[in-house]
């Protein structure tokens, strides 16, 4: 099976991917748009396996172990055999057996209203939610969150985010709340079909990799602990304000927003394109 885990960037999703990637039976990538850019190639692009491995490679951050040949070797059949067919070569280059693998875990917080790949395929989607005062608090103290330290402009990143979520099918949707992770857990696995084999007995994690190239993932290998109530009470009492007046104003425009969150999915998509010809180049 595969799954998708969409979020808002610091809600939750490496934390909750590190925790599925511990089950035997589950390989979680690095996260990646691979499985969005699949669903805007044209024709022509998608039959050059040579460019579908390199646009793997660009569209995924951090570094993933495979090579340009691991991700060539994988470009064949539909767009759900070649997901699935990384996940197994992941496994087998951290040293996990790839015939014991069933469930294939992408994740992304970037091109997230770009939904026409994921659909293509018979994968289920995890869209998380975190406390928009922790995703404000945590993405301010990042060098990348410095635009969304404004609460307006936050509030209307987080709408338009919103915005896109909702036009995933419900029926193939499980919403889970970041500090109901551990409470829900079961049922999450129930929805994704992950039986309790207990834990990967051999081999590495890309959640390792992840933590070491990182700095602010560091602690996402560890037990998971839920110190979000202490986080959000960092945020002065006036920033907190500011930040649900913010939310309030912002979400009656949720409904037009997509404009927007297309330009950002599309620009986004032309870095990954930049860095994939760079690949392709690279291997030429």
Known sequence: ?????????????????AILDKRKGVVCMPESSFPQALGVLSRK??????????????STFP?????????LACMKGRDEDILNALGRSLAGKLGRNPDDVRTVVWKTTRTIGLHKGPLATSGRFVVLRRNPHNVFESQSRFEYGVRNRRPFRYAVFLQSYEHALS????????????DETEERLPALLEYLRIEDQGVW???????DLVAESCSWLTEITKDFCNTDPEKRARLAPAMVTRLDRAMLLTRPLRPFLGPLRAHYDMRSMGHIWEFSRQRLAENS
């Open 63 to 71: 570094p993933t172990p495979l090579s340009f040949d691991d991700a």
């Open 1 to 17: 099976m595969l799954a998708y885990i969409l979020s808002q960037p610091r809600s939750g999703s490496t934390v909750l991917t």
């Open 45 to 58: 692009e998608r039959a050059d396996k040579r460019w579908m491995a390199a646009l793997y490679l660009g």
């Open 201 to 207: 007995e051999a081999g590495g994690s890309s959640m």
């Open 167 to 178: 036009r995933l099918p419900s029926s193939r949707t499980f919403n889970l709340d970041y």
